[in-house]
């Protein structure tokens, strides 16, 4: 199956068409309790710890002809991305809230809708100005760019007519750290100055800390210095979360590991069962660490408070 080329950067990056019939992914299909959408596979932000790179794989192999073809490289992930550039009007023609169950649309849950490519196509744009046309709706969105304040007016009349949540995406304030696991992504700073932005919009927004990767952001210097910014930024909450080391993110973040911090990756390549889950140990130990970080941070947290009192990073059992 051919498929049409829209646009192409001079670094190499192109987006292609993919013509779709549906936009919105049920519950049933994805396993997860709410209805998602995304308008791109792939994206340049080019996260080595993205658990997206599976899909694109396959949206790259159902597209050729020929069995056995295609070579996917890891790479293509943010080389090629994929424009459904009918997602608008598809989601105009099949949008039927009472549908819905009551259920929540959540935007950005498998690429980030305000990735470079929006810029160009305003596809994220147009749907939410679709969403917007109801009432009652139960919307949220992730996202690591700025370029979500870009819609301030049209995020507004969706939270307006309903609720909406925004997450900003971003896992450290460390900039030459960011740089080492995300290749392309925004800036720590710039993505705060965007929730800012959101927040004295009047919209719910908060910082989505995910993943934590143990031994290299979970430290409480690390934590503490997100929340805090976070904090003055406006954040009205801090959700967070450890890496799951999917089997399709491991031929990306391992390698990264190996060359940015040799000394962990034995360690994470026997850490994670696979399923991609850390030790039960450790996600508890960490939960209690970012419990007791938030209270101090004024976010809230659980009041629960048990366990043995928090260990220092490097003992937390990888
Ligand atoms: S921004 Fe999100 S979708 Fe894009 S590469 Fe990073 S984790 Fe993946």
């Known amino acids: 199956m051919s498929r049409v080329l829209l646009d192409q950067r001079r670094r190499g990056t192109r987006f292609v068409h993919l013509p779709i019939r549906s936009i919105l992914n049920s519950p049933q299909q994805t396993g997860m309790g709410f209805w998602s959408?995304?308008?791109?596979?792939?994206?340049?932000?080019?996260?080595?710890?993205?658990?997206?790179?599976f899909a694109h794989r396959y949206v790259v192999e159902r597209g050729e002809t020929g069995a056995g073809e295609v070579v996917w490289a890891d790479d293509e992930f943010e080389r090629q991305v994929f424009v459904k550039r009918e997602a608008p009007d598809v989601l105009a023609l099949t949008l039927k809230p009472s549908r819905l169950g009551g259920a929540?649309?959540?935007?950005?849950?498998?690429?980030?809708?305000?990735?470079?490519?929006?810029?160009?196509?305003?596809?994220?744009?147009?749907?939410l100005e679709r969403l917007a046309q109801f009432h009652g709706l139960n919307v949220s969105l992730v996202t690591k760019s700025p370029l979500v304040a870009r819609d301030l007016d049209v995020l507004a009349r969706l939270a307006e007519r309903g609720r909406l949540t925004v997450y900003l995406s971003l896992i450290s304030m460390d900039v030459p750290l960011i740089r080492k696991i995300e290749a392309r992504s925004p800036m720590p700073q710039v993505r705060l100055r965007a929730l800012e932005k959101l927040v004295q919009g009047g919209l719910h927004a908060g910082v989505m800390l995910a993943p934590i990767l143990p031994g290299i952001t979970d430290g409480v210097p690390q934590l503490l210095a997100l929340m805090r910014a976070a904090k003055a930024a406006g954040a009205a909450f801090v959700h967070a979360s450890p890496l799951r080391l999917y089997p399709a993110v491991r031929s990306t973040f391992l390698p990264a590991v190996a060359r940015h911090f040799p000394a962990l990756r034995e360690r994470y390549e026997r850490s994670f069962d696979e399923r991609g889950r850390v030790a039960e140990t450790y996600e508890r130990?960490?939960?209690?660490?970012?419990?007791?970080?938030?209270?101090?941070?004024?976010?809230?947290?659980?009041?629960?408070?048990?366990?043995?009192?928090?260990?220092?990073?490097w003992t937390l059992p990888l």
């Open 104 to 127: 929540a649309i959540a935007i950005g849950t498998a690429t980030d809708p305000y990735q470079p490519a929006e810029r160009r196509f305003l596809l994220t744009r147009r749907i």
């Open 37 to 53: 959408l995304n308008p791109y596979v792939g994206c340049e932000f080019g996260c080595t710890y993205c658990f997206a790179r």
């Open 285 to 313: 130990a960490l939960e209690r660490r970012v419990e007791r970080l938030k209270r101090r941070t004024g976010f809230g947290g659980h009041e629960r408070e048990s366990g043995p009192a928090e260990p220092l990073q």
